[in-house]
Protein backbone atom coordinates (compact mmCIF):
# COMPACT_ATOMS: atom_id res chain seq x y z
CA UNK A 1 0.00 0.00 0.00
CA UNK A 2 1.01 3.68 -0.44
CA UNK A 3 3.00 5.39 2.40
CA UNK A 4 1.13 8.44 3.91
CA UNK A 5 2.24 11.70 5.05
CA UNK A 6 6.51 10.41 4.58
CA UNK A 7 6.81 12.34 1.72
CA UNK A 8 9.81 14.69 2.56
CA UNK A 9 7.92 18.44 2.58
CA UNK A 10 9.99 20.95 0.31
CA UNK A 11 10.94 24.28 0.60
CA UNK A 12 11.63 26.66 -2.64
CA UNK A 13 13.17 29.79 -1.90
CA UNK A 14 15.13 32.23 -4.37
CA UNK A 15 18.96 33.53 -3.80
CA UNK A 16 18.93 36.13 -1.19
CA UNK A 17 15.41 35.41 0.33
CA UNK A 18 15.19 34.76 3.98
CA UNK A 19 14.01 31.20 4.56
CA UNK A 20 11.97 29.57 7.85
CA UNK A 21 12.11 25.98 8.54
CA UNK A 22 9.86 24.46 11.13
CA UNK A 23 9.63 21.43 13.31
CA UNK A 24 6.88 20.59 15.67
CA UNK A 25 8.68 18.62 18.61
CA UNK A 26 6.50 15.97 20.44
CA UNK A 27 8.05 15.87 23.95
CA UNK A 28 6.64 18.82 26.30
CA UNK A 29 9.77 17.71 28.67
CA UNK A 30 12.28 18.43 26.14
CA UNK A 31 15.21 20.54 27.22
CA UNK A 32 17.55 20.61 24.47
CA UNK A 33 16.96 21.14 20.61
CA UNK A 34 19.58 20.68 17.34
CA UNK A 35 19.45 21.87 13.62
CA UNK A 36 21.07 19.76 11.43
CA UNK A 37 21.79 19.96 7.70
CA UNK A 38 22.24 17.17 5.11
CA UNK A 39 23.90 18.15 2.14
CA UNK A 40 23.75 15.16 -0.41
CA UNK A 41 25.94 12.02 0.16
CA UNK A 42 26.66 13.28 3.56
CA UNK A 43 26.41 12.95 7.29
CA UNK A 44 24.18 15.47 9.26
CA UNK A 45 26.05 18.92 10.28
CA UNK A 46 25.33 20.90 13.15
CA UNK A 47 23.97 24.13 12.93
CA UNK A 48 22.67 25.57 15.98
CA UNK A 49 21.42 24.62 18.96
CA UNK A 50 18.61 25.52 21.96
CA UNK A 51 18.39 24.86 25.45
CA UNK A 52 14.80 24.95 26.97
CA UNK A 53 15.30 27.70 29.12
CA UNK A 54 15.90 30.17 26.01
CA UNK A 55 13.32 31.27 23.39
CA UNK A 56 15.61 32.53 20.79
CA UNK A 57 19.82 31.98 19.86
CA UNK A 58 20.94 33.41 16.87
CA UNK A 59 24.10 32.09 15.11
CA UNK A 60 25.69 33.37 11.79
CA UNK A 61 22.57 34.34 9.05
CA UNK A 62 21.07 31.15 10.99
CA UNK A 63 18.54 31.98 13.84
CA UNK A 64 16.22 29.22 16.22
CA UNK A 65 12.98 29.92 17.83
CA UNK A 66 11.38 27.96 20.00
CA UNK A 67 8.08 28.51 21.33
CA UNK A 68 7.11 26.04 24.12
CA UNK A 69 3.64 26.23 24.87
CA UNK A 70 3.15 24.73 20.98
CA UNK A 71 6.24 22.73 21.17
CA UNK A 72 7.44 24.32 17.82
CA UNK A 73 11.06 25.12 16.95
CA UNK A 74 12.02 26.75 13.58
CA UNK A 75 14.62 27.91 12.05
CA UNK A 76 15.27 31.07 9.85
CA UNK A 77 18.27 31.66 7.77
CA UNK A 78 18.69 34.66 6.28
CA UNK A 79 19.85 35.92 2.94
CA UNK A 80 19.59 32.37 1.74
CA UNK A 81 22.39 30.85 -0.71
CA UNK A 82 22.43 27.88 -3.60
CA UNK A 83 25.23 26.31 -0.84
CA UNK A 84 22.24 26.52 1.41
CA UNK A 85 19.94 23.46 -0.29
CA UNK A 86 20.08 20.61 1.56
CA UNK A 87 17.59 18.53 4.06
CA UNK A 88 16.94 19.93 7.51
CA UNK A 89 16.36 18.26 10.68
CA UNK A 90 15.01 19.21 13.66
CA UNK A 91 16.23 16.95 16.63
CA UNK A 92 15.39 17.28 20.48
CA UNK A 93 16.88 15.68 23.37
CA UNK A 94 13.73 13.56 24.79
CA UNK A 95 15.24 13.33 28.54
CA UNK A 96 15.84 9.51 27.90
CA UNK A 97 19.83 9.81 26.84
CA UNK A 98 19.26 9.70 22.89
CA UNK A 99 18.26 12.99 20.42
CA UNK A 100 15.30 11.70 18.37
CA UNK A 101 14.89 13.64 14.76
CA UNK A 102 12.33 15.00 12.98
CA UNK A 103 11.33 13.99 9.42
CA UNK A 104 13.38 16.89 7.60
CA UNK A 105 12.77 19.56 4.81
CA UNK A 106 14.39 19.81 1.60
CA UNK A 107 15.35 23.31 0.94
CA UNK A 108 15.70 23.81 -2.55
CA UNK A 109 17.26 27.27 -3.58
CA UNK A 110 17.15 29.07 -6.80
CA UNK A 111 19.68 31.28 -8.08
CA UNK B 1 41.55 15.23 10.10
CA UNK B 2 38.16 13.40 10.01
CA UNK B 3 36.61 13.36 13.70
CA UNK B 4 34.19 10.44 13.09
CA UNK B 5 34.93 7.93 10.29
CA UNK B 6 33.09 4.91 9.19
CA UNK B 7 34.04 2.44 6.21
CA UNK B 8 33.24 1.20 3.75
CA UNK B 9 30.96 4.05 2.33
CA UNK B 10 29.21 1.44 0.52
CA UNK B 11 28.66 -1.81 0.85
CA UNK B 12 26.51 -4.37 -1.53
CA UNK B 13 25.43 -7.47 -0.41
CA UNK B 14 23.59 -10.42 -0.99
CA UNK B 15 20.78 -11.75 1.36
CA UNK B 16 21.81 -14.03 4.32
CA UNK B 17 25.38 -12.99 4.52
CA UNK B 18 26.83 -11.21 7.37
CA UNK B 19 29.20 -7.78 7.03
CA UNK B 20 30.46 -5.03 9.63
CA UNK B 21 30.65 -1.56 9.24
CA UNK B 22 33.93 0.45 11.50
CA UNK B 23 33.44 3.10 13.18
CA UNK B 24 35.97 5.68 14.62
CA UNK B 25 36.13 8.64 16.56
CA UNK B 26 38.90 10.63 17.28
CA UNK B 27 36.90 13.77 18.89
CA UNK B 28 37.80 12.49 22.81
CA UNK B 29 33.92 11.91 23.14
CA UNK B 30 32.49 9.24 25.70
CA UNK B 31 29.44 8.27 23.58
CA UNK B 32 28.83 6.80 20.45
CA UNK B 33 25.36 6.04 18.59
CA UNK B 34 24.22 4.19 15.46
CA UNK B 35 21.41 5.74 13.80
CA UNK B 36 19.91 4.30 10.80
CA UNK B 37 18.24 6.85 7.47
CA UNK B 38 15.90 5.26 5.59
CA UNK B 39 15.01 5.93 1.95
CA UNK B 40 12.34 8.65 2.83
CA UNK B 41 15.71 10.08 4.81
CA UNK B 42 13.79 9.34 8.19
CA UNK B 43 16.87 9.25 10.94
CA UNK B 44 16.18 6.84 13.84
CA UNK B 45 19.05 6.03 16.64
CA UNK B 46 19.37 1.96 17.11
CA UNK B 47 22.05 2.24 19.94
CA UNK B 48 24.06 4.26 22.14
CA UNK B 49 27.16 3.64 24.13
CA UNK B 50 28.93 5.40 26.62
CA UNK B 51 32.43 4.71 27.66
CA UNK B 52 32.00 1.65 26.15
CA UNK B 53 28.18 -0.12 27.90
CA UNK B 54 25.47 -0.23 25.74
CA UNK B 55 23.14 2.46 26.79
CA UNK B 56 20.30 2.26 24.38
CA UNK B 57 19.03 -0.64 22.00
CA UNK B 58 16.13 0.48 20.24
CA UNK B 59 14.29 -2.60 19.67
CA UNK B 60 16.55 -3.44 17.06
CA UNK B 61 16.84 -6.99 15.70
CA UNK B 62 19.34 -9.26 17.51
CA UNK B 63 20.60 -9.83 14.17
CA UNK B 64 22.25 -6.03 14.57
CA UNK B 65 25.51 -6.66 17.52
CA UNK B 66 26.77 -3.34 18.09
CA UNK B 67 30.78 -3.27 19.55
CA UNK B 68 32.68 -1.06 21.12
CA UNK B 69 36.30 -2.24 22.02
CA UNK B 70 37.13 1.23 23.50
CA UNK B 71 35.35 4.18 23.71
CA UNK B 72 36.98 5.41 20.45
CA UNK B 73 35.07 2.77 18.52
CA UNK B 74 32.07 1.24 17.37
CA UNK B 75 31.40 -1.15 15.17
CA UNK B 76 27.94 -2.61 13.55
CA UNK B 77 27.82 -6.01 12.83
CA UNK B 78 24.92 -7.67 10.97
CA UNK B 79 24.25 -11.31 10.68
CA UNK B 80 21.56 -12.36 7.86
CA UNK B 81 21.52 -9.55 5.79
CA UNK B 82 17.75 -8.98 4.87
CA UNK B 83 16.48 -6.72 1.97
CA UNK B 84 14.64 -4.34 4.51
CA UNK B 85 18.42 -3.50 5.91
CA UNK B 86 18.54 -1.79 2.97
CA UNK B 87 19.19 1.97 4.66
CA UNK B 88 22.27 4.64 5.14
CA UNK B 89 24.02 3.92 8.28
CA UNK B 90 25.57 6.56 10.56
CA UNK B 91 27.80 6.39 13.46
CA UNK B 92 27.72 9.48 15.88
CA UNK B 93 29.43 10.80 18.57
CA UNK B 94 28.76 13.30 21.60
CA UNK B 95 30.25 14.29 24.75
CA UNK B 96 27.08 13.73 26.57
CA UNK B 97 24.63 11.15 26.05
CA UNK B 98 21.91 13.22 24.10
CA UNK B 99 22.52 16.79 25.79
CA UNK B 100 24.98 17.76 23.71
CA UNK B 101 25.58 18.18 19.62
CA UNK B 102 26.48 14.56 17.96
CA UNK B 103 29.23 14.64 15.56
CA UNK B 104 28.10 12.24 12.32
CA UNK B 105 30.22 10.50 9.74
CA UNK B 106 29.50 10.21 6.57
CA UNK B 107 27.49 7.33 6.20
CA UNK B 108 27.28 3.60 4.77
CA UNK B 109 25.24 2.66 2.41
CA UNK B 110 24.18 -0.80 2.75
CA UNK B 111 22.34 -2.31 -0.08
CA UNK B 112 21.15 -5.73 0.32
CA UNK B 113 20.40 -7.63 -2.99
Known amino acids: GESVGLHLPTLSVQEGDNSIINCAYSNSASDYFIWYKQESGKGPQFIIDIRSNMDKRQGQRVTVLLNKTVKHLSLQIAATQPGDSAVYFCAENTGFQKLVFGTGTRLLVSP | DTAVSQTPKYLVTQMGNDKSIKCEQN?????MYWYKQDSKKFLKIMFS???????INETVPNRFSPKSPDKAHLNLHINSLELGDSAVYFCASSQLLGNTEAFFGQGTRLTVV
Open chain 2, 49 to 55: YNNKELI
Open chain 2, 27 to 31: LGHDT
